[in-house]
């Protein structure tokens, strides 16, 4: 496969007992990939070291095993493999790649501003990538404050439309805030 885990150590790895704001029925409902089957997005938040790497490449690797497709990549080469694509063979093999993934993880989405041009390019990627693929995004901010990293705050504004219209937002560590008009697949 050629899914790219920056690690792979499987989803067992991932100690529920450790992370008290996950329950074990969420970790069940994640475990059984219905939300791939319908194309929901998960979207994990939380502080550096909260386990949110650890438990998409867990998901992505099981997910595999399931039979689909995966694709892991950082928000950083994310952008720079979409900057570069029109003219790296490699880049453009890596998108195609990805792009004709069932589950893609972005992980550290938003770690910085993004320019108008990287946040066109994101634009345009998520809305080709919207209801065709699943969605894996981990972020130590919350998508109020993504919109906050944007020149073009409509773009953002469009962006999240797309992303949390169909998702499931599971805050690692407890973190205070919450997003609202989520359309929420579990219960
Ligand atoms: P984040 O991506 O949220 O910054 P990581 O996934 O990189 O956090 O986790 C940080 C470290 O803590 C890693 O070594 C990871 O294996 C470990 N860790 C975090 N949460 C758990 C957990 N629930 N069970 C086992 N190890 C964990
Ligand atoms: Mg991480």
């Not at 995966?70 to 890596?94: A, D, P, R």
């Not at 998520?126 to 693929?133: A, P, R």
């Amino acid at each position: 496969n050629w899914a790219r885990f920056p690690f792979h150590k499987p989803i067992e790895t991932f100690d529920i007992n450790e992370q008290s704001a996950i329950t074990e029925r969420q970790l069940k409902q994640l475990r059984e990939y219905q939300w791939i089957e319908q194309t929901y997005n998960i979207i994990l938040l939380g502080p550096p070291g909260a386990g949110k790497t650890l438990l998409s490449v867990g998901l992505g690797i099981e997910a595999i095993e399931k039979g689909y497709q995966v694709y892991f990549v950082t928000m950083g080469e994310l952008i720079q493999l979409l900057k570069t694509e029109e003219f790296i063979n490699k880049s453009k093999i890596q998108l195609k790649r990805l792009r004709a993934s069932d589950l893609i993880i972005i992980d550290d989405v938003m770690y910085m501003a993004m320019d108008q041009r990287e946040a066109t390019l994101f634009f345009q990627l998520i809305h080709q990538l919207y209801e065709q693929s699943s969605l894996i995004l981990t972020s130590n901010r919350s998508p109020e404050e993504w919109t906050e990293l944007v020149d073009n705050q409509g773009m953002m504004t469009a962006i999240l439309d797309r992303l949390l219209h169909r998702v499931e937002v599971i805050h690692m560590n407890n973190e205070s805030y919450r997003l609202k008009h989520q359309e929420r697949i579990f219960n």
